[in-house]
Structure formats: structure tokens, C-alpha cells
């Protein structure tokens, strides 16, 4: 069992950033695949951003690609989701989530465990 803790969210104008840690506990990090989703009111989960368990080869939406970084520290059990030139339809709760085979890295029925998520709201 993996309890997975979002933090780092809040309020930013257009064109700032923000930085999302995604603590671990329960058991090593190291073991899984590890993805970003995010969910705007009125609109579906959608895939933000993966990292692969070992290499840490990353994929990444194309509507966030050359804007978030998605990063992982093995010895402190975090994984982080850097977001610059952020964009008021970037609004929405942003959820971590470890997978243990990482077969479909962006599809979340693929991950195991969910953390509770953090908000994120961008003002134009």
C-alpha cells in the first residue's frame, strides 16, 4: 500500500509557476511508475505528465510539453511537477499517482494509487 500526498498548489497570475511535490509513505518510491493528472470543472481527467521508474524517461501532454517538467528523487520518495508559464486553462486539481507495471503511462485506470489531489487556479 502506497499513501500518496499532494502539495504545492494555489494561486498564480498567467505566466508564473508553481512547483507540485508528491510525498510518499508506506512503501519506496522507486518501485513505481509515476504520472500527473489533472481535472478542470465540467471536464474530463486528463494525463499531465509521466516518469518512468528506473531512467526516468519522461512523456508529456502536448497541450504542457516545453512548459512542466516532471521529476523524481528516489531517496526522499517525491516526485515533483515544475509548472512554468502557467495559463488560466491549466486551472484545475492536480493528482499524483504511482503505477507498478507502467504499461499505459497516460491512462489513469493504469495506476494503482491516487493521492487526494491540490488545487491549482491560474488568474488571467
Known amino acids: 500500500q502506497v499513501q500518496l500526498v499532494e502539495s504545492g498548489g494555489g494561486l498564480v497570475q498567467a505566466g508564473g509557476s508553481l512547483r507540485l511535490s508528491c510525498a510518499a509513505a508506506?512503501?519506496?518510491?522507486?518501485?513505481?511508475?509515476m504520472g500527473w493528472f489533472r481535472q478542470a470543472p465540467g471536464k474530463e481527467h486528463e494525463f499531465v505528465a509521466s516518469i518512468r521508474r528506473i531512467f526516468g524517461n519522461t512523456d508529456y501532454a502536448d497541450s504542457v510539453k516545453g512548459r512542466f517538467t516532471i521529476s523524481r528523487d528516489n531517496t526522499k520518495d517525491t516526485v515533483y511537477l515544475q509548472m512554468n508559464s502557467l495559463k488560466p486553462e491549466d486551472t484545475a486539481v492536480y493528482s499524483c499517482a504511482a503505477d507498478s507495471t507502467g504499461a499505459r503511462p497516460s491512462w489513469g485506470p493504469s495506476y494503482d494509487y491516487w493521492g487526494q489531489g491540490t488545487q491549482v487556479t491560474v488568474s488571467s
Open positions: 508506506g512503501r519506496s518510491l522507486s518501485n513505481y511508475y
